[in-house]
């Protein structure tokens, strides 16, 4: 079946299958490939640890307490039994240190114990201790016979299945697998750092981060192993981006855009308002990537409410002055409807042509947007993902925007992309999420980033308190007093996924709750598993003012503008995102009054819900909190990140390892600078490396 023999690639060392490791066989190893997917030594070692522990602290049972997450406890295995009936059956054994007594329980491999456990003799176990009336036990702790531990320093932790542990397959084995490993391996691991980085930020060389990685020596080179390995994974990460950036630069011709005559005449007689510094400053990095005959590829990132409506709306223009079409593609329904309402204010004071698409446009009206897009008299179009349909042709299309890119794949914006055959439309990707710097570096690296980083002249800053649940009378009183001034309210309610029903509950609960409280007062409902038709309905009430209060679940977090809605109350605050809570606010601050924002939580809040909320208190400014979010949450589960596919870091991470991430991109861009086609011998490394993620990737992609 195989042809391996003939094959003309000499394999190497590390495509070795892992069942020829020594203490492996085919059994183990057919184990790791289905619950680990490591199939060879190469994989092996890439299975890094998740966690160091340090097993050079001993702890005496006597003073064992409540907060150790772990302990580790020498002593003496007493006697053992068995109790308990079915999927209760357990083996309990006792442990004494000569300062108290430890219970031992295992419910699984009972009978392996049995066999091998030896009565008195010495043992070193390690496991998360709890007490029960006053007896302390650990379920199935590590158990290692004195004398046969693992090094009495640092070790690794593996990720592992549960299937795996009950095979013995724990992190212990790992550890031993990988040191018969990586002593066969020394003499192929080559370095992959050039010389000069290597020593410009005194790093320990590939071999001793790996070994030092998986078998510490000390806490010292743990730490120096992980600095070098992050170093290395986020310098591949940046030097992949920005060459991806620099070809792009390079290869991809883009349209010049130098007419501005509407341009100049919106500026000149129909602007609003007067533009502030940051929309200035990033409308002329825009221009410039215009103007130079390469396809801009830029990120426009910037709080809600920072204007970036009026900068899409410019861009735009420069495309309409030079006889181009532009279209803004936006996730949801709502948001593009936003856009379109915000940009046809502009639009029609210059009597342009701009439409909508979306999956619910009318069979009659898509036909004629369809032929004026082609023949060109349309000249904006915005719309969901129905605008990269195959049907939806344009005559010239020379600039794309993108809303809140991560919900879209990479797939369906070249498919926008390819609509002009001609040449690549000019992209800009547009988010209302402020995204910390680090964040913007790897997820966006590739792309050229502007940010408006201050928000427009008199704005009032939104006052946010916290409350508790049981305040809710003063807190309806304060919501009269306003209703009573003219101003209308929001009431958000989470509404979760997994418990859609309990969640729908609530809001109609509240919902009832807040009709009986404001009686004469007219409240709209909004949710999600409503009609589209009558979430418009109700929506449209409460933007002419009709309705005083929107009791709605997190639909509203996007998009909607009723610049009189000056208080937003947000129930079950504790439920939300901080990133989420600041959208929600974003809805109100509007308009000219002062606006309020009102987090409801119960009594008990955990730690971290408290830290939230604080932030939320504290400040307004939506990078701020975008920072503490990431410090919070760390990266894997900001909005987006996931599916990126450029988050694949397997050791670092962006919220702490800022430092460095800098000083890899920097070494990155100074290499591509001198050396873009890593021609010098000292680049070398880079070549040879960049050569093998390839072919892993390759292979990544056959096993998935
Ligand atoms: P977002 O960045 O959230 O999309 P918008 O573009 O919707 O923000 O702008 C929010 C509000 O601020 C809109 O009503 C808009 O007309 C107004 N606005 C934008 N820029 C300015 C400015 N420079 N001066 C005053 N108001 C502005
Ligand atoms: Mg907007």
């Given at each position: ?22 203490g ?12 680990l ?7 092996l070692l890439?299975h890094y640890p998740f966690r160091h522990e340090d097993r050079s602290i001993f702890h005496r049972i006597g003073e064992l307490n409540e907060t150790l997450n772990a302990a580790q406890i020498r002593g003496r295995l007493r006697e053992w ?9 357990r083996m309990v054994a006792h442990f004494t240190d000569g300062s108290g007594m430890l219970e031992l329980v295992w419910f699984q491999g009972?009978?392996w114990m049995?066999?091998n456990l030896r009565p008195n003799a010495e043992y070193i176990v390690y496991g998360k201790p709890v007490s029960f009336g006053g007896r302390w036990s650990i379920t199935h702790p590590e158990i290692t016979l004195t004398g046969q531990e693992q090094g009495s320093g640092w070790i690794s932790i593996y990720p592992l299945t549960e299937?795996l542990r009950k095979?013995f397959i724990d992190s212990k084995a790992i550890s031993s697998m990988m040191r018969s490993l990586l002593e ?19 790093m320990v060389?590939?071999f001793d981060a790996l070994w030092n990685f998986h078998l510490p020596q000390s806490q010292a080179w743990l730490h120096q192993s992980q600095r070098r390995l992050k ?375 955990s730690k971290d ?22 410090q919070l949450?760390g ?15 397997l050791i670092s991470n962006?919220s702490q390892d800022?430092e460095i ?44």
């Amino acid at each position: 079946m195989s042809n391996e023999g003939q094959t003309l690639v000499r394999r190497s060392f590390f495509d070795t299958k892992i069942e020829f490791l020594k203490g492996v066989g085919s059994q183990k190893a057919a184990l790791l490939n289905q619950e680990l997917n490591i199939f060879t030594f190469g994989d092996l070692l890439q299975h890094y640890p998740f966690r160091h522990e340090d097993r050079s602290i001993f702890h005496r049972i006597g003073e064992l307490n409540e907060t150790l997450n772990a302990a580790q406890i020498r002593g003496r295995l007493r006697e053992w039994s068995i109790v308990g009936e079915g999927n209760k059956k357990r083996m309990v054994a006792h442990f004494t240190d000569g300062s108290g007594m430890l219970e031992l329980v295992w419910f699984q491999g009972i009978s392996w114990m049995e066999k091998n456990l030896r009565p008195n003799a010495e043992y070193i176990v390690y496991g998360k201790p709890v007490s029960f009336g006053g007896r302390w036990s650990i379920t199935h702790p590590e158990i290692t016979l004195t004398g046969q531990e693992q090094g009495s320093g640092w070790i690794s932790i593996y990720p592992l299945t549960e299937k795996l542990r009950k095979k013995f397959i724990d992190s212990k084995a790992i550890s031993s697998m990988m040191r018969s490993l990586l002593e066969q391996a020394r003499p192929h691991i080559r370095e992959t750092l050039p010389e000069n980085l290597v020593q410009k930020y005194r790093m320990v060389s590939k071999f001793d981060a790996l070994w030092n990685f998986h078998l510490p020596q000390s806490q010292a080179w743990l730490h120096q192993s992980q600095r070098r390995l992050k170093f290395e994974e986020l310098f591949y990460n940046q030097f992949r981006l920005l060459k991806n950036k620099l070809l792009h630069k390079t290869e991809f011709p883009g349209l010049i855009f130098d007419n501005q005559e509407l341009v100049s005449d919106f500026y000149a007689r129909h602007i609003p308002f007067q533009l502030t510094g940051s929309q200035i400053k990033v409308l002329q990095e825009i221009h410039d990537d215009l103007r130079t005959g390469r396809q801009m590829n830029r990120l426009l990132h910037g709080d809600v409410g920072s204007g970036k409506t009026i900068v899409a709306f410019i861009t735009m223009l420069f495309a309409l002055d030079n006889g181009a079409q532009a279209c803004l593609m936006a996730p949801t329904e709502i948001l593009a409807d936003q856009h379109y309402q915000g940009l046809k204010k502009f639009a029609d004071l210059l009597g342009i042509n701009i439409g909508k698409l979306t999956g619910s446009t009318k069979k009659k009206d898509r036909a004629l947007i369809h032929e004026q897009l082609l023949n060109g008299s349309m000249q904006i179009i915005t719309g969901t993902h129905a605008l990269i349909e195959d049907v939806v042709q344009f005559k010239n299309l020379g600039l794309c925007i993108i809303d809140e890119q991560h919900r879209f794949g990479v797939a369906q914006r070249s498919r926008l992309w390819a609509k002009n055959e001609r040449i690549n439309p000019h992209i800009m990707v547009m988010t209302a999420t402020p995204i910390p710097r680090t964040l913007a570096m790897t997820l966006y690296g590739d792309l050229d980033i502007s940010a408006i980083t201050e928000l427009p002249a008199g704005r009032k800053p939104i006052k946010t308190v916290h409350r508790y649940d049981a305040h809710r009378l003063s807190v309806f009183g304060f919501l009269r007093d306003e209703i009573d001034k003219g101003r209308q309210v929001y009431m958000v309610y989470p509404l979760i996924e997994e418990s859609e029903k309990m969640d729908l509950k609530d809001l109609m609960d509240g919902y009832e709750s807040v009709s009986r409280s404001f009686p004469g007062i007219p409240v709209s409902i909004l949710h999600g598993k409503m009609k589209s038709q009558d979430k418009e309905f109700e929506m449209g009430r409460f933007v002419r003012g009709e309705t005083k209060i929107m009791v709605a679940t997190t639909v509203i977090e996007v998009g909607v503008n009723v610049p009189n809605a000056s208080v937003m109350v947000i129930e079950n605050a504790e439920r939300f995102g901080l990133s989420q809570l600041h959208q929600l606010r974003g809805r109100v601050g509007r308009g000219a009054e002062q606006s309020y924002c009102i987090l409801m939580t119960d009594y008990k809040i955990s730690k971290d819900t408290r830290l939230r909320i604080e932030t939320m208190c504290r400040t307004n400014d939506g990078f701020e909190i975008a920072e503490v979010d990431l410090q919070l949450r760390g990266p894997g589960d900001i909005t987006g990140t996931r599916q990126s596919g450029l988050m694949d870091l397997l050791i670092s991470n962006l919220s702490q390892d800022t430092e460095i991430l800098k000083a890899a991109r920097i070494s990155a861009e100074g290499i591509l600078q001198l050396d873009p086609d890593l021609l010098q011998p000292v680049n070398l490394p880079i070549r040879t490396h960049l050569a093998t993620i390839r072919k892993e990737e390759t292979n990544w992609s056959r096993i998935g």
